[in-house]
Every structure is written in C-alpha cells, then in structure tokens.
C-alpha cells in the first residue's frame, strides 16, 4: 500500500529548537533571580535584557523567514511593523508613567506638554488598557501589511519591484515618525517608562518575566509557523515561491495567499516589537530605518532560509557576534556584517542550518522523511 | 479557411470569435476563431510562432484578447481571471513542463486534486480515503506510481510532462488545453503518451498543440491549422496535409 506523504509539524530540528528554547527561556532568568551574585552561575541582569532582546530578533526574523523562505515575498520592510507593534507597546507604557513625568501632567506625557498641547489625541485614546494596546501591537502592523499587501499582490508586484515598495514602505514611516506633530515623540521617541501592569520595568523580577515571555512568543510563533508550512496552505505558499503561474494555473488565488501569510508575519514582527521595547526601555523613528529591516534579512539568509529555527537562530548568533564586535572594533562590525552575507550567498545558501542538517543520525532524505504515515493509517 | 468536414459534436463547449492579440503592433492572433465540441478532441497544429501558446493564453485568462469573445459554455471567459477559469474547468499543461519541483510527485497532485481553493479550507485541509485513492488512481494512469515520492524536480523530462498531465486530471477539468506534450519525448514515451490522451478523450474535451506529425496521426482526430494568428485549414489529418496552403506554408519557410 502506497504511503501518503506528510510533513511533520514540527520536524526534528523543530524539536531540538523548541527544546534548546525552553532550556534557555528557564535557565537565564532562574540563574539571575537564584544564583548567588558573583558566583560563575550568576546571569547578570544586563545579561537577561541583551538575550530578550535577542529573541525578539529572532521573533522578527522567524517573521521574515514565513514570507521570505516559504512564499518567496522578500520584505525589506519589516522593520517596520516590528516598530509599529513597539510603538502600541510604548504608548501603553507612556500612558503608565501617569504624573510621574517631569512636568507631571496626569493625562499627557511629557512631550506633548512640551509642544503645548492641551489634550490627548484621539489615536492616544485606549492606549491605558492593557488588552487595548496589545490588540493594537497586533491590529496595527496586520492592518498596514493587510492594505499594503492587498494593494501590491492584487497589483501582481513581485520580486525586487516588491522589495524596493517595502522598504519605500518602511522609509515613509520613518519620515513620518521624526516629525513632532505626528504626535509620537519625534525624534526622541517613546521613553522613561516607569511600569508595566504595575511592575516596576526596571526590576530585576520583571525583567525575567518580559524575557521569559520573549522566548515563549518565539515557541509559540515557531510551533504557529510550523502549522502554517506543514499544511496544504504551506505547500501551496511553497508551490506560489516556486512556479507562481503553475498555482494560478489550478486555480489557487495566489493573492489571497500571499495576503494571509504577509499579514500574519507582520503581527508576529509586531509581537517581537512589543516584547523589544519595554526590555531596551525606548522606541524611536531609528528603528524604522531601512538598515534594520536589510539585517533582518541577512540574519534570515544567515540562518538558513526557509528553515524558520534557522532564521531564529541566525539572528541570535549575529547579534551575540555584533554584540561582541562593536564591543572590540566599533567600526568594523558594518564590513563583517556584508562579508557574512557574502559568505552566505556564495558559500551557505541554506546558511547554518543547512550545516546542521548535514549531522544527520538517520541517513533519510527529505520526501521519505516525510512519508511515514501509511494510506490505512490516516484514515 | 476550408472547412473540409463537418464536426459531428452537437454541443459547442469552447467558441472563439475574432480573438484578435497585439504584441507592440504585432498581430499574434488575427481574428482566430475555433470551435471544439463537449467531448470532442482537437489536435492544433502550425509553425512556431503561429499563434498557439497565445491561444492557450487568451482561453486561460493570462493575456487579454484587444477583441473578439471566448465562450465556455455560455460564460465569456475574456472577463475572468487564471484561478476563476481554472475552477471553471479548464486545465492546462504549459509548453516547457511547469510542475512544483520542490514537492513530491505525490504531492503535486495532492494540491491539484480539486478542493475549496481558499487559503482557510487549505489550512484545514486534511487527506481523506476518497482523495488518497484518487492520487493513487492517477499515478497509475500516468505511469508514475513507483515514483510517487520522488521529488518532482528528480523525475525526467518525460515522467514530468506527465506529472502535468495528471495534475491536469486531478483538477477533474471539462476541457484540457495541452501544449506540445510530447516535446523531448522518446518515441516509447510518445506512444505512451498518445494513449493516455486517447483515454482522457473518452471522458473529457482535449485540445492538444503538437509539432510532431506521428504524435498527431495517432491521436486520429480532427486537426486545425493555424498560421499567423487565423485557421489556415480545419479538417482531418491527411485532408489537411494536402491541402495547398497548407503546404505552401510549411514549405515556403
Ligand atoms: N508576451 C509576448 N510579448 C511579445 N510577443 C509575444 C508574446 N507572446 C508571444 N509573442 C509572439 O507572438 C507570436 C506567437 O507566439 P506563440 O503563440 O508562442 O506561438 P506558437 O506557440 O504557435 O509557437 C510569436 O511571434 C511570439 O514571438
Ligand atoms: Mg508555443
């Protein structure tokens, strides 16, 4: 009887990222609440905050890699939404400081006083809720990406002309934001956040939640991916990557496709962006910058494309790698960085994680792994 | 244009009218007009550049006609779309063999089994006893189901013509559009293929574009010419080759 082939949901590399993240997501914070200050076990706080902020990229470039590896839509603007959910979560956590700013107005942060002005603006309003703002760290980047996407793939823009809108995209939004009477800060952004659901942000204890809950959106969003691309949805997204016209041709809506995984990517890089800024304790325009949203990519490409763990775990080791570098050659990191994607391009086009399915313990290539449940079987 | 015999199909399903296509000026089609039967198989043949992928093209919703009307049935199929078309039931396999080279043979098929298209019912989407034995189904029919878990970009030129083909089927389409199946094919191959279409004929409207003359005499249907953008010569095969222009066309190039 003849095997219907069937992907796995979550695959063995799959397994092994979830089961090195939950180490992770446990071991950082209880060696920095638990372990004796000084002691070699010790995880200072900083520590906690630069690997949150890790997984937050590595949120972002999962992200990336749904649209970028699986259906082929190479964004060089998700930055952008990644800011955008940032910006819901920094509104919420302005609206937090309360008459504990500088010119101690209850209802206006301190930036609108400074210009003057006499009341919240509309789009401030609800921003005291919680809930509120977290629909808003999803609604927000989903929606942009939602009209963004239905105008470009109904239009049928593809490959660079997409890239080159996207990352137009990001760059208007940039401009955008720098200007004060937008009403979010200018340049200086969003800061000098206080608390969070009544948590001090700056407390060690709070830190480790924010950081936990960074590694569990990641799982969460990961095992999310993985049900997306193991799907039919998902080989049709691969189907689309590939032979585009060929999907038209049996009369798959390619658009509306591309328009559910762009827009689910965009909330999950939103997500990332609202779990980054209360860590790093600011949100301004700069991370609207198209720059980001290219090393975004690289990490992705970096990674390993197509792979989702690898794209995760491509970010993580290029940051820990910036990190270190600007730490002994400040000016070198930009140059290392291109080299990186060079090398990548030409040398690791499935990146770190094709080096790591190279150790493979049982010798089976990719259809047959995926044909293991018999024709009976699934009935 | 001749009209050497009389089609014996009372219903029309597929009716081209004046199609008229310009390329920059250039008149790929010049006021075409085609008529293939419900059940009815045609062959099309004529030189390159005659007009035949672009015909493929105007039924199928990739390029719009600048006049004349496509009918299917009684829908005007120049308003509509590539997916709206396909889920109309027409099928297409394209010149250079287009299949998902990245999935598996099994699964190329899955995806064109025909199913709510929606990107929701996909996600939901799960493989069903009916469905299961309809692939196998197919893979027998097309010779392919030793390799249904090969990935389809391993398999060879022929098998993936095939695979196309099948795809086509699964699609469960009223009329099937088949451009120059058996291109690069071994004449084992050919034959193989040319009894596959004569056994789809049997339940299925078929209009196959084809090059190769022996391909087209075993196929034993009726033929059409097409020469610059218009029927030069509709009939069967034998009437059609002695026909004058017909042999002025082919010879004088
Ligand atoms: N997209 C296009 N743009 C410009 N010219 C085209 C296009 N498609 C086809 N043509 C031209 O139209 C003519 C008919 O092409 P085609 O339908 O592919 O011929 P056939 O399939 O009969 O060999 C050719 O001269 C070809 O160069
Ligand atoms: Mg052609």
């Given at each position: 009887m ?53 997984l ?51 209802e206006?942060?301190?930036?609108m ?80 956040f ?10 060690s ?164 792994e ?8 699934a009935? | ?11 029309t ?19 075409l ?46 308003r ?11 099928g ?39 469905a ?102 509709e ?19």
């Amino acid at each position: 009887m003849i095997q219907a082939p069937v992907t796995p949901i979550l695959g063995r590399g799959g397994v092994i990222f979830l089961v090195l993240l939950l180490a992770v997501a446990i071991l950082v914070p209880v060696l920095n609440l638990f372990a004796t200050p000084g002691s070699a076990l010790h995880v200072p706080d900083y520590m906690v905050t630069l690997i949150g902020k890790y997984l937050c990229y590595a949120l972002l470039a999962l992200a990336v890699d749904l649209v970028w590896g699986f259906c082929g839509i190479l964004s060089l603007g998700h930055g952008a939404f990644f800011a955008l959910g940032g910006y819901a979560m920094g509104m919420y956590l302005m609206r937090q400081i309360g008459s504990r700013g500088v010119y101690g107005n209850p209802e206006l942060p301190d930036f609108m006083v400074f210009l003057n002005w006499k009341e919240l603006p509309w789009y401030w309003q609800g921003f005291e809720y919680f809930p509120f703002a977290l629909l808003m760290v999803f609604l927000v980047p989903g929606a942009l990406a939602f009209v963004f996407g239905w105008l470009a793939f109904r239009s049928r823009v593809t490959g660079v002309y997409l890239s080159i809108i996207t990352q137009a995209m990001t760059f208007a939004l940039l401009l955008a934001f720098f200007r004060n009477d937008m009403g979010f800060g200018g340049n200086n952004g969003l800061t000098d956040f206080k608390d969070i659901l009544g948590f001090p942000v700056q407390a060690s204890t709070t830190r480790a939640v924010l950081y936990f809950c960074s590694a569990l959106a990641l799982g969460g969003c990961f095992i999310l991916a993985r049900r997306i691309v193991s799907s039919k949805l998902g080989l049709v997204l691969v189907s689309i990557r590939d032979a585009e016209s060929r999907t038209r041709f049996l009369g798959y809506r390619v658009e509306h496709y591309k328009l559910f995984v762009f827009t689910v990517s965009a909330m999950m890089a939103g997500l990332a962006g609202a779990l980054y800024v209360p860590q790093v304790g600011i949100i301004n325009p700069s991370e609207f910058s198209p720059e980001n949203s290219i090393e975004t990519v690289i990490w992705t490409a970096f990674g390993g494309r197509g792979t989702l763990w690898g794209a995760a775990l491509g970010a993580i080791v290029v940051n820990a790698a910036k990190s270190w570098f600007t730490g002994l050659l400040p000016d070198a990191w930009l140059f290392i960085l291109g080299g990186l994607f060079i090398v990548v391009t030409l040398f690791m086009p499935k990146g770190l994680a094709g080096i790591f399915s190279g150790w493979r313990w049982a010798p089976r290539p990719p259809v047959t792994e995926a044909a293991k449940v018999s024709t009976q079987a699934a009935e | 244009m001749i009209a050497l015999e009389k089609p014996q199909f009372a219903e029309t399903l597929l009716f081209l009218e004046d199609v008229t296509v310009t390329f920059d000026g250039f008149r790929a089609l010049n006021k075409l007009g085609l008529d293939v039967g419900r059940g009815e198989m045609r062959a099309i043949i004529g030189p390159n550049g005659a007009g035949k992928t672009t015909m493929m093209d105007v039924i199928t919703g990739k390029t719009r006609p600048d006049e004349g009307r496509v009918l299917f049935g009684d829908i005007d199929l120049t308003r509509l779309d590539e997916a709206a078309i396909a889920n109309l039931g027409i099928g297409r396999k394209f010149q250079k063999p287009t299949v998902f080279e990245n999935h598996s043979v099994w699964t190329n098929l899955e995806l064109a089994l025909k199913a709510n298209r929606s990107p929701w019912a996909s996600l939901r989407w799960v493989l069903g006893g009916e469905a299961r034995d309809k692939i196998a189904a197919t893979l027998e029919r097309i010779n392919l189901l030793p390799a249904f878990a090969s990935l389809a970009g391993d398999l060879s030129h022929g098998q993936k013509q095939w695979l196309e083909i099948g795809m086509l089927l699964m699609q469960e389409p009223e009329l099937l559009l088949v451009d120059e199946p058996v291109a690069g094919m071994t004449d084992a191959e050919t034959e193989k293929t040319a009894h596959l279409l004569r056994n789809i004929a049997e339940t299925r409207s078929v209009v196959v574009v084809e090059h190769d003359m022996e391909f087209v005499r075993a196929l034993n249907v009726r033929v059409t010419v097409l020469h610059e953008g218009s029927v030069l010569a509709e009939g069967n095969l034998d009437a059609v080759q002695n026909n004058q222009k017909v042999i002025d066309v082919y010879l004088g190039r």
